[in-house]
């Protein structure tokens, strides 16, 4: 096509006939989305009546008075373009859409609708918004780009490590991530796709916006919509990107010399003799920091075709991303293909399949930092003949973990997943205004985790396999009638059937008693005593595990004069997951907008181009509990099993720890709305601003029974949950000029959680304490009444008893230097009854700030993150401080100002009497960080029939970070994606600092 | 509106057609991999409901930290006075009494092992009414129940006082208050009775692990023994608990193993084990005993170790020689092996925790498994040599008989390596006084998880602790009075239920 152009161009250039005065242009308009020629734009000599119009290839002839003359070329939907002709003759130009356009189209449930059309609440994150960063992971394209989203790094292990929250949690016990819908079809698993195939996310919000997902909406719906070619020839893009990684930065930890001195400190007798001393200060011992950590190199290869013709239009990429981690031995690599392909088939039909392929390799075990960095420092991880030093050289020092570099080097983890997203549509157009849309999905996901623990670390070798295989079919039948014969009445009515369907089984075999590590997993049949469970997910027992839901949705939207809009939609579902009696659900909704900037009192403000209201309410569910939860299911597992003889156990079954609920049912959320957007200045200025109340009621919440009772858990339908908050988006065009280019867009997110009701008069649920068992006997956070969901709870840090408050110390069965902990109830006893909230893990709101600026080939991008008012429980210092069931001495450095009684500090020296559930290990989590800054240079190579473009970039992720917090990073949480349990600081992998460069080229 | 009446068919095809090829979502769980065990209808079924109990027993018994914790009191126990044994030191120093400590570490361990227990229990008890199963395996099973459930009431009563009860057939509410220390006793002894009944006799047993007439019996003896003292101190009990224990003496099954042998790996499950807890090799199912009491530089955890007065008024004697090392293995790790240093050992004065170390839980250590030692000798929840000083006690209580000379003697003169049945002038005694009975109680069953009760029961543990020497690391918060017999209960009880914690919730029985 591009060659029947210049061809043109050429036998225009040949025809080409000078007249005095009067100038012949020529030139093609070309779309600067798919390089299509654009027909139909308006070609008009500035000041005058002079035009034409450009013809179905996108070229134009025109007849100007002079050099001076100045071309306007115009057309809805692009932005208008000026040009001056002076000497040429020939004159192309690429017009770019106009992206603060209302014409702009949005996907949303089950449909598109025109951005001016929308009256419910609704994000759009296109991939125009970070291209120019190199990321790999969704949530980099969402941190920060979205308001009333929240998104988590809370791992820096590659590959890995997110969380996202809509508007807060609405759930206790259910799971609040939110919905993930890639191109119409609900998928499990998120981690694997491929960033750089997505064209755009739309993130719903409100209740208008989510109830059409009804019992699976409630926690907000991301829908993804992967990219597809556009008319014209085949688009090439090469983009290659090469970095390096290394954590933010180090824990304050004692030298060794100081840690022995610790040591003989805290044990008051001289483990470590002066000279042993003497002897560390001059070197000797570990920097366990430099065990662990390492830079770790980076890079991603992302390969994509795209182009299309009227009948169809394909989209086929392959990305290869590669990424070491920080940590030493972890590695991930990801290999992706993906097809879509979209063919019309006759004014009727039209069919379409996207695929996607994927596998995933992480390997390496990784270094427990809780326990190597707490070890012990006076040991060098090598002896002199280059062996480890497997245990401290002075028994019990540090901790009673072995040297925790063995495990990493000798062990063997190798997980493997594949995944196959894969669906296909049919849609058969009855006549223009009534469409039907059927379409199929597969997902599949295959994982294969492999382990093996080396001789050398436990005497015996231990392999362990998981396969898994989880099967997600979705079919959806989608009838839409179009009605707009009338312009002042235009009426859309959607009728869906749809059903899901996911079955999850799996095995695992372990095999231990190996004479050789030569094997490791991949031959069990070595080990002595072999162990086969079947079990659908690694912790679960049950096997297999399906759930499957049937439902029935209607919408309708009604928009009069094009200024008042209306949308109505209710959805029935039915899930497998309660029982009958309890299993459907309704979820209505309704919303209104509407567009004073259409009425004539304000279109005489010349500012203001678009102004809309919108409002609206419903009703959205959460069922996001797992399958069986309602039963009572015996316990088969090696933990109830018993050796009657010594020898061989006995299988045991063992009564549920589960109480039954037959009665379970859907968690409702009711959520309002009120929605503003204003677009001033040709919308050089725009503000989208959402107010939200959402209140959640018959919680799924899981209660948890007293020891005595038998059944630990029971999860019953009570309680209720508000959010309210704003969530605010400001973009501003501020320079637009030929050769600058200065935008930003400001996203802020405010949700105060609040926590209404509990199981009748429970005023504090203790729930959660995923991250570590057998860590705390009293779960470091609370859900409590007229609190957010996730608070910390502990006894309140006053200091230490000074010499000379014996008395009041001795009050409390305490002496100077130990702990002294805010008596509450004053009944001079530090008892449970003292243990308060001493902070809370939730942010007052967060923000993200994203800035454009360009200056002729030059591209500046940077995302600015901020997140203020949350807590972090640093339990890594606590242990460090030498306190917890595992801890023998301090490793801290501000262990080195402990009390004495010469150096009268508030740092506890002693155990005895010292909580770690206290505020002293509360620290202040808010930040500021610059999440990403690329730099760009962009090189155009016109008429070259080989290259079209290619930029060049460097970039830095996590360049600086401002904060308080004295751990890792206030980011990297050991409570992954719980809500119960924000803000903990627990062997957590730090997130990383990296360095990037990268090209991209277009062909 | 009319036009679109004529595409209805085409809809209704396609849409049948998209139905029939994948029919509706069936929107039943798929519950094909659950086992239903609504009915005991065997042998296999019942077997393998009691495997959980006896499970959730050994966890309580599984270390000298597990159940033990709340008995660090005791003048055989103390612990290493820094590192991570906070929590065991609470108890060792008596900083506890008021409600303070109930959210430590490991305190919760027997607390929820002991309902764990007492669940199972109660769901076999009650699924074995309306078993289909042969009589006498419905009969077996529901003693060994009973039996479990009273020793698991039975220590959960010693240890925090007032407990609720449940029992088969109640349906919790989460609403129970605790119940006195009198109806705890009357639903533990109703247990023993039956399951005296029920169970075989100790050469009838299907295995090793499983509990027989002479475990109930011993038991009850033991109940009716502590209902004679603190703090319910009903004298009448006292005939009873000399009677239980002479019905085991007469079985005339049980012996008294050669001191150097008993605790050996080979001396598991001897003729003085009348009921242990099973451990195994072969699914590395571990005792933690030997790596609870061994020191750090005998690659073990300094959980336990003896007190010192509690050491220096020990008899001297084989006993007191198989009992404790006192000179202390010294070993480290290479290549992931334990490996034995030189000198091989050193004498306790110098070594880490300046203490003697325990030998009995010890000397069946494994140091081949690991890097840390290791164990998988049964542990004795009750050896025979208990029997005889429980009858000997009981009987002195009421009015010493020569039997009940005769059983303490036999106790002492295996102590000192003789043969335990023939009489010896230099070792007998033909007189003994109850704190004679109790003191050599307490060095034959030393750091066996019964010292604490003996203690508080007998009302002797103010004097034991004025006794302490004054060299121990770990120094007191207080002596100790009444406040301190009974442990907090756990946190988690208290803030998930309507329980009182103690001092609050404890009355004695009677009030």
């Known amino acids: 096509m591009k060659n029947n152009y210049l061809v043109s161009i050429l036998i225009l250039c040949l025809t080409f006939e000078v007249r005095a005065q009067q100038i012949q242009i020529t030139g093609t308009v070309t779309s600067s989305e798919d390089k299509a020629g654009l027909p139909g734009v308006n070609v008009i000599v500035q000041g005058t009546s002079t035009g034409t119009v450009t013809d179905v290839d996108g070229t134009y002839a025109l007849e100007v008075a002079g050099e001076s003359a100045v071309l306007v070329f115009s057309s809805v939907g692009y932005l208008q373009e000026e040009v001056t002709v002076g000497s040429r003759t020939l004159i192309n130009m690429v017009m770019s859409p106009d992206i603060t356009s209302l014409e702009e189209i949005v996907v949303v449930g089950y449909g598109t609708m025109k951005k001016s059309d929308l009256t419910g609440s609704l994000t759009s994150v296109s991939a125009d918004d970070y291209q120019l960063q190199p990321i790999t992971r969704i949530d980099q394209a969402l941190q920060g780009r979205a308001a009333g989203v929240t998104v988590t790094q809370t791992s820096g292990a590659p590959g890995a490590g997110y969380k996202i929250r809509i508007r807060g949690a609405n759930s206790i016990s259910g799971n609040n991530a939110p919905l993930y819908v890639i191109d119409g079809l609900v998928v499990g698993d998120m981690n694997s796709i491929n960033v750089n195939d997505i064209a755009s996310m739309e993130v719903l919000k409100d209740a208008s916006a989510t109830a059409i997902y009804g019992s699976r909406g409630a926690n907000g719906v991301v829908l993804i919509t992967t990219k597809s070619g556009g008319k014209g020839p085949a688009k090439i893009e090469v983009e290659t990107f090469y970095g390096v990684s290394k954590v933010t930065q180090k824990l304050p930890v004692m030298t060794p010399a100081e840690f022995a001195e610790g040591v003989n400190f805290a044990e008051g007798t001289e483990f470590y003799t002066s000279d042993e001393i003497a002897d560390l200060r001059n070197g000797g011992g570990e920097d366990w920091h430099e065990r662990f950590f390492r830079e770790a190199p980076f890079s991603n290869l992302q390969l994509s075709v795209s182009g299309g013709s009227d009948a169809i239009n394909y989209f086929v990429s392959g990305n290869l991303y590669n990424a070491d981690g920080t940590l030493r031995n972890q590695n991930y690599k990801r290999y992706s293909v993906r097809t879509n392909i979209n063919a019309t088939l006759s004014k009727k039909i039209g069919v379409g399949l996207n695929a996607y392929f994927s596998r995933e390799e992480e390997t390496g075990v990784r270094a427990n930092l809780y326990q190597g960095l707490t070890w012990d420092p006076t040991t060098p991880a090598f002896n002199e003949t280059g062996d480890y030093n497997f245990v401290p050289l002075k028994p019990g020092v540090g901790n009673g973990a072995i040297n925790q570099l063995v495990a990493p080097e000798n062990n063997v983890r190798e997980n493997f997943n594949h995944q196959i997203i894969a669906n296909g549509y049919f849609k058969y157009n009855f006549r223009d205004d009534l469409e039907l849309n059927v379409s199929g999905g597969l997902e599949r996901l295959d994982r294969n985790n492999n382990s093996y623990t080396s001789i050398l670390v436990n005497q015996i070798g231990a392999a362990k396999v998981f396969n898994q295989g989880i099967t997600r079919l979705q079919n959806t039948n989608r009838l839409t009638y179009t009605w707009n014969k009338n312009s002042n009445h235009r009426l859309q009515i959607d009728a869906i059937h749809e059903q899901q369907f996911v079955k999850a089984q799996g095995t695992e075999a372990e095999a231990s008693g190996f004479f050789s590590d030569n094997t490791t997993y991949k031959n069990l049949g070595l080990g002595a005593i072999q162990r086969t469970t079947s079990k659908a997910y690694p912790n679960g027992t049950n096997n297999p595990v399906s759930e499957s839901l049937q439902s029935f949705l209607g919408r309708v939207n009604y928009s009069l004069f094009d200024k008042f809009l209306f949308t109505a939609s209710i959805r029935a579902d039915a899930s497998s997951k309660f029982a009958e009696n309890s299993r459907w659900g309704y979820f209505p909704s309704g919303s209104f907008a509407y567009r004073i900037s259409d009425e004539a009192f304000i279109q005489g403000i010349e500012i203001i181009d678009d102004l809309k209201l919108r409002v609206s309410f419903g009703q959205i569910g959460s069922q996001a509990i797992e399958p069986l939860t309602r039963r009572a299911i015996p316990i088969i597992d090696t933990i109830v099993n018993y050796p009657f003889e010594g020898e061989a156990s006995t299988i045991g079954v063992a009564p549920s720890n589960r109480l039954a609920n037959p009665d379970l049912t859907w968690e409702t959320t009711t959520q309002g ?180 600026v360009s200056w002729k080939k030059f591209d500046l991008n940077f995302l600015l993150l901020g997140s203020h008012g949350n807590d972090i429980y640093n339990f890594t210092r606590m242990r460090m401080m030498g306190l917890g069931a595992a801890q023998f001495h301090a490793v801290h450095a501000d262990y080195n100002n402990r009390w004495t009684p010469s150096n009268p500090s508030e740092i506890p020296s002693g155990r005895d009497g010292t909580e770690f559930l206290s505020s002293q290990f509360i620290e202040d989590g808010s930040f500021v960080s610059m999440k990403n800054i690329t730099l760009g240079y962009n090189f155009d190579f016109p008429g070259n029939n080989f290259i079209e473009s290619l930029r060049i970039y460097a970039s830095a992720e996590n360049l600086f970070i401002i904060t308080d917090y004295t751990g890792f990073d206030p980011e990297a949480t050991a409570s992954g994606s719980s809500d119960v349990d924000l803000g903990i600081d627990l062997n957590a992998y730090p997130i990383n600092r990296s360095y990037s460069v990268g090209l991209k080229f277009m062909f | 509106m009319k036009n679109i009446i004529k595409y209805i068919p085409k809809i209704v095809l396609i849409i049948v057609l998209a139905f029939l090829s994948h029919a509706c979502a069936d929107l039943e769980e798929d519950v094909s991999g659950v086992l239903s065990i609504e009915n005991l209808s065997g042998e296999g079924d019942i077997t393998a409901a009691l495997a959980p109990i006896y499970r959730g027993m050994l966890e309580a018994y599984q270390h000298p930290h597990a159940a033990g914790v709340p008995t660090y009191g005791a003048d055989d126990r103390t612990t290493w006075w820094a590192g991570n044994k906070a929590p065991l030191r609470v108890f060792d120093r008596f900083d506890y009494g008021s409600g303070e400590s109930s959210d430590i570490n490991w305190l919760p361990r027997g607390w929820d092992a002991y309902w764990k227990v007492i669940y199972y229990s109660n769901t076999l008890i009650e699924g074995l009414k309306t078993s289909t199963a042969p009589e006498d395996i419905v009969k077996i099973a529901d003693g060994e129940a009973r039996f479990l459930r009273a020793l698991a009431y039975f220590n959960l009563v010693r240890t925090h006082g007032n407990m609720p009860i449940l029992l088969d057939g109640d349906v919790p509410t989460g609403e129970e208050q605790r119940a006195t220390v009198l109806q705890n006793y009357g639903h533990i002894e109703s247990d023993l009775l039956i399951a005296e009944e029920n169970l075989p006799s100790p050469d009838a047993v299907k295995s090793v692990g499983q509990a027989s007439l002479a475990a109930a019996k011993t038991l009850l003896a033991d109940l009716y023994l502590t209902w004679g003292g603190w703090p319910v101190k009903d004298n009448s009990k006292l005939t009873l608990a000399a009677q239980k224990a002479k019905e085991v003496i007469d079985l005339n099954y049980f012996e008294l193993m050669p001191i150097d042998e008993l605790w050996l790996l080979s001396g598991q499950n001897s003729g003085e084990s009348v009921f242990s807890i099973q451990f195994s090799e072969v699914e590395n199912l571990q005792n933690g005993w030997p790596a609870g009491t061994s020191f750090h530089e005998a690659r073990g955890w300094s959980d336990m170790y003896p007190e010192l007065q509690f050491f220096n008024d020990f008899p001297e004697g084989p006993r007191k020689d198989a009992t404790f090392y006192t000179d202390i293995p010294q070993r480290g790790v290479a290549a992931g092996k334990i490996f034995t240093k030189d000198p091989p050992t050193i004498p306790w004065q110098q070594s880490q925790r300046q203490h003697p170390m325990y030998k009995k839980f010890a000397t069946s250590e494994n140091l081949t498994v690991g890097n840390r030692t290791a164990g998988y000798r049964a542990f004795e929840v009750i050896r025979y040599a208990e029997v005889l000083l429980i009858y000997a006690e009981a009987q002195a209580r009421i009015g010493e008989t020569p039997e009940s000379i005769e059983a303490l003697n036999q106790v002492k003169r295996r102590a000192m390596g003789l043969p335990y049945l023939s009489p010896d002038g230099a070792t007998d005694v033909t007189t003994a006084t109850v704190n004679e009975i109790l003191d050599e109680k307490g060095w034959e069953l030393a750091g066996e998880y019964k010292r604490w009760f003996d203690l508080t029961r007998s009302e002797t543990l103010e004097e034991i602790a004025a006794k302490r020497d004054p060299n121990e690391n770990v120094t007191l918060v207080r002596q100790p009075t009444k406040a301190q017999y009974i442990a907090p209960i756990p946190f988690q009880a208290i803030s998930t239920s309507k329980l009182v914690q103690n001092p609050e919730g404890f009355s004695v029985a009677g009030e």
């Not at chain 1, 988006?729 to 997110?749: C, F, K, M, P, Q």
Request: aromatic content about 10%; proline content about 4%; overall charge negative.
């Open chain 1, 673 to 852: 709305n009120i929605g503003f957007d204003i677009g001033l200045w040709d919308s050089k200025l725009t503000l989208s601003l959402d107010l939200y109340q959402k209140k959640t009621t018959d919680l799924l919440l899981d209660r948890v029974l007293p020891s005595y009772v038998g059944p630990t858990v029971v999860t019953q339908n009570v309680g209720e949950v508000e959010n309210k908050g704003f969530d605010l988006r400001l973009g501003a065009t501020i320079l637009d000029t030929d050769d600058w280019h200065v935008s930003s867009i400001l996203s802020v997110s405010k949700n105060n959680n609040k926590v209404l009701a509990l199981v009748d008069d429970i005023e504090l649920m203790e729930l959660g304490l995923v991250y570590q068992t057998n860590t705390f006997p009293v779960n470091p956070t609370a859900v409590q009444l007229g609190k957010p969901i996730s608070t910390f709870r502990g006894y309140v840090f006053e200091g230490v008893y000074q010499l000379g408050e014996e008395d009041e110390a001795a009050r409390y069965g305490k002496v100077p230097g130990q702990a002294r902990y805010k008596d509450i109830n004053g009944d001079t006893l530090i008892t449970s009854d003292d243990i308060v909230t001493v902070g809370d893990g939730n942010p007052d709101f967060t923000w993200g700030w994203n800035w454009t």
